[in-house]
């Protein structure tokens, strides 16, 4: 058999569509604009470029995008105040903080300050603490995994009473992506570099997501026939055949995997481009909550 692919480029612009004609209406309706800041400390060449990604997305989407940067030597003491005059700004929704930050900055104590309500990246502590309680909902979920379950959803698997697997457990995506799969009822095993029989574990997911950051690590004999394989690794693999001498490749190899698996992500083109979609949707819900609290 050969797998589905799942098209997360056109699932993401029909999340980006989704927000442009809600962020529309909100302007209508409440003369009233979505205002997502990003706060960019160094000059480090990757998070410039995904700034600038989130920037041109909101600008097309019709958000407000207040870009601010801070120098790589910037203290603990000048992030923080920034974060502390965004919280206050009624015309900022969300924050988001470009991660990595410098090594002499507090990474957590910086996320930690940010607005509750302002959290768009999801990574507060009382918004993962309620994603993992049961019967609490946190105002945002992070936008890797929430792009994640959003894909799920639009190929018309519902992970209630499946095994899923996830292969990794960062704070960014394997521990968070375990939380919203259980709550949508699937049973879930999270592997990681300890795990014994790690080809063992994955072969009983019905969903597979590799989170693991090694590159082409999940092949097609460990993956269960028709299992959905969602893979969210980003790696480059030598190749002289391109321009640039390299290619990207996710956690998962695509080749083998796609001859077993029902649906799979390709890489580029999979998580990816949920992940900005989410971000979106996060910041107009934290609009929506701004304007509920306001009337």
């Known amino acids: 058999m050969t797998a589905q692919l799942i098209d997360g480029k056109a699932i993401g612009l029909k999340v980006q569509e989704e927000v442009r004609l809600a962020v529309a209406k909100m302007k209508e ?12 400390v160094g000059d480090d060449p990757a998070s410039n470029t995904y700034v600038g990604m989130k920037q041109r997305t909101c600008k097309k989407l019709g958000i407000r995008s207040i870009g601010h940067t801070l120098p790589a030597d910037a203290t603990q003491e000048e992030v923080e105040k920034l974060v502390s005059e965004l919280n206050a700004d009624p015309t900022v929704n969300g924050i988001l903080v470009q991660l990595p930050l410098p090594g002499h900055l507090d990474e957590e104590a910086i996320l930690n300050s940010i607005d ?13 603490g309620r994603l993992a309680m049961k019967g609490r909902d946190a105002l945002f979920a992070p936008c890797t995994p929430a792009g994640c379950m959003r894909l799920l959803e639009e190929i018309g698997v519902d992970p209630s009473g499946k095994d899923a697997v996830i292969v990794g457990r960062s704070n960014i995506v394997g521990q968070p992506m375990a939380m919203l799969l259980q709550k949508a009822n699937a049973t879930v095993t999270v ?18 997501v590799a989170a693991i950051g090694r590159m082409e690590m999940i092949t097609g004999d460990m993956i269960k026939p028709g299992a959905t394989v969602i893979d969210v690794g980003i790696n480059q693999k030598e190749d002289p055949t391109r321009k640039r001498g390299y290619r990207l490749v996710g956690d998962v190899d695509f080749e083998s995997a796609k001859e077993v698996a029902g649906w799979i992500t390709p890489v580029p083109g999979g998580v990816g481009p949920m992940t900005i979609a989410m971000l979106m949707q996060n910041t107009l819900r934290a609009a929506e909550i701004y304007l509920a609290k306001k009337s």
């Open 29 to 40: 309706e409440h003369d009233y604009v979505p205002g997502l800041a990003t706060v960019l």
């Open 116 to 128: 509750l309500e302002k959290d768009v990246d999801g990574f507060h502590p009382i918004n993962i």
């Open 191 to 208: 592997c990681h570099s300890r795990t014994k029989d790690l080809a063992g574990h994955v072969r009983r997911g019905d969903i597979v």
